[in-house]
């Protein structure tokens, strides 16, 4: 009877999860509890909208009561105003009608019919309440999107898809809830980034992969070669004088420092190994699966022939990979590109701007980062295949 209980007891404490998932388990409990305790205290808001009396609700608008609206020729855009009345839907406000008068611009540009579902921006004093439109509301279009994403990952990808998803909501959570709070402790973003790296690498790698050779080569691999890049973006950056401080929004960042606990010496690093962070793991793994794949066919196969496969695959994904890097850094700067291409800039004008500078640096960074993924991997995959 009482080893009957003991086997028992000891179940319970496995969560009767097979072996393969204890890693996994072990890593998601303690990022858990380290989150808990992190949070336990708030982040110091550098703006309160609810304390300054500025409240953003969902409305719908139940009337357009007059409008002066102009197309504009080019851009095809309405711009112009209206007089709506808007019923509010969500808040302490809920169900109440209002009076806007809607500006729509080139910038902001909402232009709006019955029906049409808002965010508002309420500004109350005392009695009297002045609304304005903020920008139309996403929410529900933006939730129905995120589900078609889950729904194509799991039925396409199957059990892999299912456990890839799992891999993106693990991240995700690390990211908001351990990340950005640990920075707000004042903790450097250099070992924050890398922490995140770190256990979102072993989580994602371990529930695609399993705990086998191939997934410790990939996981080796990821984590040397991302840091790598850090490194070599912080060396650029101190060769070309730019800094966290030369960042975008480094004013705003400013006040939040002075506001609260963040720490910013340290940003460009970890932006920089967060964003190649996906790619880098793709070819770490994508080498070491290719490594172990030709040596399950051929385990005659010599080391050195196997380190040679590895490089012959990785040199196939190398080019694509650092074009997916660069490519996303210039789609995220594209606006600022164009705006730069109608005027009359000068080359020495060009590379000297600091944020064009920082955009090339971290997509080089990103993308030497890959290159070194190659070898290094190879390597790893090579030597513990063989050994195993």
């Keep these: 009877m009482q080893i009957f209980q003991k086997k ?13 998932d204890l890693p996994v388990t072990i890593i998601v409990i303690l990022t858990l509890v380290v989150a808990y305790f992190v949070n336990t205290t708030p982040i110091i808001k550098v703006n309160s909208g609810q304390r300054n009396g500025v409240y953003y609700e969902k409305a719908v608008v139940t009337e357009v009561v007059n409008e002066e609206l102009e197309t504009e020729e080019l851009s095809k855009t309405k711009i112009g105003l209206q007089n709506l009345k808007v019923k509010i839907t969500s808040g302490d406000m809920k169900g109440e009608i209002l009076d806007i008068l809607n500006q729509a611009t080139y910038m902001y540009n909402v232009v709006c019919n019955v029906g049409t579902k808002l965010i508002v921006q309420i500004s109350v004093s005392g009695d009297i309440k002045m609304a304005n439109v903020y920008t139309y509301d996403r929410s529900l279009p933006l939730i129905v999107f995120i589900g078609i994403f889950f729904l194509v990952l799991c039925i396409i990808g199957g059990k892999k898809g299912v456990k890839s998803l799992v891999g993106l909501l693990y991240t995700f959570f690390c990211v908001m809830y351990l990340f950005i709070p640990l920075l707000y402790k004042g903790v450097s973003p250099i070992l924050a980034s ?3 790296a770190v256990i979102s ?3 994602t790698m371990l529930l695609i992969g399993g705990w086998n050779t191939k997934t410790i080569s990939a996981i080796t691999g990821t984590i040397l070669c991302v840091s790598f890049a850090g490194i070599i973006s912080t060396i ?11 960042m975008g929004e480094t004013e705003e960042l ?4 002075r506001r609260s606990g963040l720490n910013i010496k340290g940003v460009m690093f970890a932006s920089i190994l967060i964003a190649s962070l996906g790619a880098i793991m793709d070819v770490c793994m994508s080498v070491a699966s290719s490594v172990n794949e030709v040596y399950t066919v051929n385990s005659k196969i010599t080391r050195k022939e196997l380190f040679r496969s590895g490089i012959n695959v990785g040199r196939d994904m190398m080019g694509t990979m650092s074009n997916t890097l660069i490519l996303a850094f210039t789609g995220g700067f594209l606006t600022a590109i164009l705006i730069l291409a109608s005027r009359e800039v000068t080359i020495n004008e060009l590379l000297s701007m600091p944020s064009i500078v920082t955009e090339i640096v971290q997509g080089l960074s990103g993308s030497i980062g ?10 790893i995959s090579s030597y513990l295949t063989t050994n195993r």
């Excluded at 028992?8 to 393969?20: A, D, R, V």
């Excluded at 400013?254 to 420092?257: D, G, K, R």
């Excluded at 890959?370 to 390597?379: D, E, G, L």
């Design 201 to 203: 690498t072993f989580v």
């Design 254 to 257: 400013m006040l939040a420092v």
């Design 8 to 20: 028992k007891i000891i179940e319970l404490i496995s969560l009767n999860l097979p072996k393969k």
């Design 370 to 379: 890959i290159f070194f993924a190659v070898p290094i991997v190879s390597v």
């Design 194 to 196: 890398i922490l995140l």
């Design 236 to 246: 650029a950056g101190f060769f070309l004088n730019i800094s966290d401080f030369t």
